[in-house]
């Protein structure tokens, strides 16, 4: 899963600034030095496009190009991850003004 963390502030600061990185599904190069880049026959075009872009912050971003995981690093799986998140993100700015909720805290033992 996507860690989810804001990527508009940083934690130190707590200043505005950009921490997301864009992260190639199928490498930005066809070349067995950028990762999954042999992987899928693209066009340069289509490496650079959105559907083969994943946001995702720094750390993220360097386990999943890491050599030792591109076995887990899958495209199938990037593709899964991608699409998740872009729901769960979609879901979370659907909420307008109309759409009224509360948010409860429980505090006790339930039974």
């Known amino acids: 899963m996507i860690c ?3 990527m ?8 505005e600034i950009f921490l997301g990185e864009l992260a190639h ?3 930005q190069k066809d070349s067995e030095k950028s990762p999954r880049g042999k992987a899928a026959n693209l066009s340069q ?3 650079d496009s959105a559907d083969n872009l994943i946001l995702v912050c720094a750390d993220e971003h360097d386990e999943i190009d ?6 887990a690093a ?10 998740e998140h872009e729901a769960r993100v979609k879901l979370a700015t659907s909420f307008g003004p109309d759409r009224r909720s509360t948010v ?3 505090i006790g033992n339930l039974r």
């Not at 508009?8 to 200043?15: D, K, Q, Y």
């Not at 899958?74 to 699409?83: D, G, N, P, S």
């Open 104 to 106: 409860l805290r429980m």
């Open 74 to 83: 899958t495209l199938a799986w990037l593709h899964r991850m991608k699409r």
């Open 8 to 15: 508009l502030e940083g934690g130190v600061t707590h200043r």
């Open 25 to 27: 599904i199928v490498g």
């Open 66 to 71: 890491n050599r030792n995981v591109l076995d």
């Open 4 to 6: 989810n963390k804001y």
């Open 45 to 47: 075009y289509e490496r």
